[in-house]
């Protein structure tokens, strides 16, 4: 069960902290989601085919890629949710500044 896990917190992990150092590097959005969202995507689609080839049988195989499929969309809200509370402290901060 850890080996299954494992990949869903490494993920996770890395997605947060790559979206969060690349919003504050290029202070585009719509790119930190969209590069997120692709490293997410290939780092879980990497794990489900380990995951296929290393499962015992056909039910735990389907449910193992179905739960990393879940896992990417999960992941991809907590990201999304960082980045938009990130851009918005932004523009409150730069629209403070501009109204002094």
Do not use: E
């Not at 585009?28 to 995951?51: E, G, Y």
């Amino acid at each position: 069960m850890m080996n299954y896990i494992i990949p869903i917190l490494i993920s996770g992990m890395i997605t947060n902290v790559y979206a969060i150092k690349l919003f504050r590097k290029s202070n585009n959005f719509r790119s930190a989601i969209l590069r997120t969202t692709l490293l997410n995507f290939f780092l879980l689609f990497s794990a489900s085919i380990w995951w296929f080839f290393s499962a015992a049988d056909g039910f735990s195989q389907v449910f193992g890629i179905a739960l990393y499929g879940v896992s990417f969309i999960l992941i991809g809200v907590i990201y999304f949710t960082i980045l938009f509370f990130m851009k918005r402290s932004k523009s409150k901060i730069i629209s403070n500044n501009t109204s002094n």
